[in-house]
């Protein structure tokens, strides 16, 4: 969704970082111009003139990605954290945040107005949302899917609960 977001807000240039090779192909057909293993983020600072992205959006929210987005981000950067962790935990490597004079923020809820941009975003299909949705399952296979969602990575992006 934050890519799609992102397009529909005029972003120049995309790239992504994703471990799960479906993952890769669906960020590639939803926008991303160019998509990386975690392994090999440091390739980002290379193709934007060794200064790093102008904002970093890390749609995880754990240590080691806060961390890499730290070190991707250019010099005065943003790094909006729009995952979140179930548990709480230990931040390191806030003198690279100071002496980069970074800028952080955090997303959780969408407010009214987020929400009706949203909705006519989609209504004037500016963006597409249905290829997203990944699996369709019914509302008594719920504990299941959470259950298999909780023990790591998976190839799902959105789940659609059928409630009828």
């Known amino acids: 969704m934050t890519i799609l977001a992102l397009k529909a807000a005029g972003a120049s240039y995309i790239y992504v970082i994703e471990p799960i090779e479906a993952k890769q192909k669906m960020a590639l057909e939803l926008g991303a111009d160019e998509v990386f293993d975690p392994k090999r983020w440091s390739k980002i600072i290379k193709l934007t003139n060794k200064i790093g992205p102008d904002y970093v ?84 296979a719920v504990p299941e899917e959470i259950e298999n969602l909780s023990k790591g990575l998976h190839d799902d992006i959105k789940i659609l609960v059928d409630i009828q």
Not at 84 to 97: D, V
Not at 114 to 119: H, K, M, R, V
């Open 57 to 140: 959006f890390d749609c995880v929210g754990i240590p080691e990605t806060i961390m890499t987005s730290m070190q991707l981000v250019k010099m005065g950067g943003t790094i909006i954290i729009i995952g979140m962790h179930p548990e709480t935990f230990e931040m390191k490597g806030f003198l690279q945040f100071m002496t980069k004079n970074l800028t952080m923020k955090g997303m959780y809820l969408v407010d009214q107005e987020s929400f009706s941009t949203a909705i006519r975003l989609i209504e004037q299909k500016k963006v597409d949302v249905l290829p997203l949705i990944t699996k369709r399952i019914t509302l008594d």
